[in-house]
């Protein structure tokens, strides 16, 4: 299954969590240069009520940061989403941060998530609830590292 759509099923699915999800949200924005940061796959701020990410057809909330039609004009979204942080509209949330990989996740998976939520840390004053890795095939590997790390492995499939 391709990453995104092994995103999609998750989000969609009984088993995530709910809340507001951000997907592809830059992270690291309060350290270093203007033009560095990471991206972490999603976000579920679950002290928010329901709402898919506004990327889905099917999305009911607001436009909350991102316009394409920024990109014209040489906004992108990590500063769209510097200006979100910056005006304290979403401070003291409650997330789940989620990483996805399809097929079989890696030893580097887990680390890039682990990267990702301490950058998330120094953006945003909130409270990780929970770090989720999704991929649609079983490792017994990594199955023992996130059980060892305190991360939820979670297996997708069609």
């Known amino acids: ?50 709402e898919l990410p506004e990327v889905y057809p099917d999305h009911t909330g607001t436009a909350y940061v991102f316009n394409r039609d920024d990109e014209r004009v040489g906004v992108d979204k990590s500063d769209m989403f510097d200006g979100l942080r910056k005006r304290d509209h979403f401070t003291e949330e409650t997330v789940v941060i989620v990483g996805f990989e399809s097929g079989a996740s890696s030893v580097g998976s887990v680390g890039e998530l682990f990267a990702c939520r301490e950058l998330l840390s120094a953006d945003w004053n909130w409270t990780v609830d929970e770090t989720v890795l999704v991929s649609d095939t079983d490792s017994d590997h990594i199955s023992y590292v996130c059980d060892e790390l305190s991360i939820r492995a979670m297996r997708v499939t069609e």
């Open 1 to 50: 299954m391709e990453s995104n759509q092994l995103r999609e099923a998750f989000i969609r699915s009984d088993t995530s969590p709910s809340g507001k999800w951000w997907i592809d949200l830059p992270v690291g924005l309060s350290i270093g240069g203007n033009d560095e940061s990471a991206t972490v796959d999603a976000v579920c701020l679950t002290s928010r009520p329901q």
